[in-house]
């Protein structure tokens, strides 16, 4: 029989010896991961940032994926691979981002494997029990403004992905820590001195990342799904003064479409899925230059009957 316990019952020199062992059984709703890793970084970033996340333990423990980020040494310095069930589909990055490369790796099992799902590039957020999917391009600020907006009482089902329900039209939660890039660090580590981050990254093809823990309630609240209102396509600008205008229903479509994971996969079914998401939340162009006017903005986009 698996045992369920909370991962800050491990402390970190336990974790870093059960990872560099026989790894950990992780919960990261709604999957289970196999986690395993002697690379220290690794287990700091799981210690700060998954602490209220469930570790199973016992003969019986089960997980959807086996991954490990090992270390290897290569032209006189240390690298790192991802690997799942031995497999690795990455080129090696450095040893200092060897949390950040477990985290991606995670993100590709989901949106490479798990094709019950309808999986769109993009982040969802709820309140009022309506979802709010925030589709944009690398630079726009979206996990900027995802992350206020949890930290402003909006609850996380995934900073990366919608994994939406063709069959219901409902996103099932994926809560993970919030990947933030560069200046978004410091904004975020000033707006929210409470949060706990993880370590850093630097010099990544993505620039300086670091991760945000996800908030208490939306991991409590995991298997809540919930059902798409609005699409808002988000766009910060430095100095801009907030605009947001209706986005076109049939170009959302089409973006939304060209943000999908596996819509090939699903065919007709995935994209008669998509249209009645369209067909149900209303469409915004969100233009920002401060991420206040940004949170005023959605509350009152939830306040609307």
Same mark, same amino acid.
């Given at each position: 029989?698996?045992?369920?316990?909370?991962?800050?019952?491990?402390?970190?020199?336990?974790?870093?010896? $059960?990872?560099?062992?026989?790894?950990?059984?992780?919960?990261? /709703?709604?999957?289970?991961?196999?986690?395993?890793? /002697?690379?220290?970084?690794?287990?700091?970033?799981?210690?700060?940032?998954?602490?209220?996340?469930?570790?199973?333990?016992?003969?019986?423990?089960?997980?959807?994926?086996?991954?490990?980020?090992?270390? $290897?040494?290569?032209?006189?310095?240390?690298?790192?691979?991802?690997?799942?069930?031995?497999?690795?589909?990455?080129?090696?990055?450095?040893?200092?981002?060897?949390?950040?490369?477990?985290?991606?790796?995670?993100?590709?099992?989901?949106?490479?494997?798990?094709?019950?799902?309808?999986?769109?590039?993009?982040?969802?957020?709820?309140?009022?029990? $309506?979802?709010?999917?925030?589709?944009?391009?690398?630079?726009?600020?979206?996990?900027?403004?995802?992350?206020?907006?949890?930290?402003?009482?909006?609850?996380?089902?995934?900073?990366?992905?919608?994994?939406?329900?063709?069959?219901?039209?409902?996103?099932?939660?994926?809560?993970?820590?919030?990947?933030?890039?560069?200046?978004?660090?410091?904004?975020? $580590?000033?707006?929210?001195?409470?949060?706990?981050?993880?370590?850093?990254?630097?010099?990544?093809?993505?620039?300086?990342?670091?991760?945000?823990?996800?908030?208490?309630?939306?991991?409590?609240? %995991?298997?809540?799904?919930?059902?798409?209102?609005?699409?808002?396509?988000?766009?910060?600008?430095?100095?801009?003064?907030?605009?947001?205008?209706?986005?076109?229903?049939?170009?959302?479509?089409?973006?939304?479409?060209?943000?999908?994971?596996?819509?090939?996969?699903?065919?007709?079914?995935?994209?008669?899925?998509?249209?009645?998401?369209?067909?149900?939340?209303?469409?915004?162009?969100?233009?920002?230059?401060?991420?206040?006017?940004?949170?005023?903005?959605?509350?009152?986009?939830? %306040?609307?009957?």
């Amino acid at each position: 029989m698996s045992l369920a316990n909370r991962l800050h019952a491990l402390t970190l020199p336990e974790l870093a010896h $059960r990872l560099a062992g026989g790894g950990i059984y992780l919960r990261v /709703p709604p999957f289970v991961m196999h986690i395993q890793s /002697p690379i220290p970084v690794v287990a700091q970033g799981l210690h700060a940032l998954y602490g209220h996340h469930e570790w199973l333990e016992g003969q019986d423990a089960f997980a959807d994926f086996h991954v490990a980020v090992v270390g $290897r040494r290569r032209a006189f310095k240390s690298v790192c691979l991802f690997e799942m069930d031995g497999f690795q589909p990455f080129t090696p990055l450095a040893i200092g981002e060897a949390f950040a490369f477990l985290e991606w790796g995670m993100n590709w099992c989901v949106t490479s494997h798990c094709h019950n799902w309808l999986t769109v590039h993009s982040a969802v957020l709820e309140k009022g029990g $309506r979802a709010v999917l925030l589709p944009a391009p690398p630079g726009s600020g979206k996990s900027t403004l995802c992350a206020a907006l949890m930290q402003h009482g909006w609850r996380l089902l995934s900073d990366e992905m919608a994994l939406l329900d063709p069959l219901t039209g409902e996103v099932t939660p994926a809560p993970r820590p919030v990947s933030l890039k560069n200046e978004s660090i410091a904004v975020m $580590r000033e707006r929210s001195p409470q949060a706990r981050f993880g370590p850093v990254a630097h010099d990544t093809l993505k620039g300086t990342v670091a991760h945000m823990q996800v908030s208490a309630r939306s991991l409590d609240e %995991a298997h809540v799904p919930a059902l798409p209102a609005w699409v808002v396509f988000p766009q910060f600008k430095r100095g801009a003064s907030l605009s947001a205008l209706e986005h076109p229903r049939s170009q959302a479509l089409v973006e939304l479409a060209s943000n999908s994971f596996n819509h090939h996969v699903h065919g007709s079914a995935g994209f008669e899925a998509l249209a009645q998401l369209i067909e149900r939340c209303a469409c915004h162009d969100l233009e920002y230059g401060s991420l206040d006017d940004a949170l005023e903005w959605f509350d009152a986009l939830e %306040a609307q009957a």
